[in-house]
Nanobody, 127 residues
């Protein structure tokens, strides 16, 4: 089992940048594919980005391609989401998720494929 704790959210002006982090407990972080999702009030949960166990495979949601970058540091048990050129429509709670697949290096983009979830961190982009 893994516990996930997000940090780094906050208020930023449109066009600005922000980096959110997700720290995972346990010693087997490298066996988990990781993902970021977001949910805004009144909207469905949206896939933002995913990264495989090794970091070799990455996928992004269409709305963030070219602006957001996901990365991971397996030595620090942490996954990051660097968000640039932020827009007001990026305002949401950003939630980290982990998918236990020790024999696969794939990326998951659907929420039900993930096994563990964090509590989320609020990102607000002002216009």
């Amino acid at each position: 089992q893994v516990q996930l704790v997000e940090s780094g959210g906050g208020l930023v002006a449109a066009g600005g940048s922000l980096r959110v982090s997700c720290a995972a407990s346990g010693r087997t972080f490298s066996m988990y594919a990781m993902g970021w999702f977001r949910q805004a009030p009144g909207k469905e949960r949206e896939f933002v980005a995913g990264i495989s166990r090794s970091g070799d495979s990455i996928s992004y949601g269409d709305s963030v391609k070219g602006r957001f970058t996901i990365s991971r540091d397996n030595a620090k048990n942490t996954v990051y989401l660097q968000m640039n050129s932020l827009k007001p429509e990026d305002t949401a709670v950003y939630v980290c998720a982990a998918r236990y697949r020790p024999y696969s290096d794939s990326v998951a983009a659907i929420s039900f494929e993930y096994d563990y979830w964090g509590q989320g961190t609020q990102v607000t982009v002002s216009s």
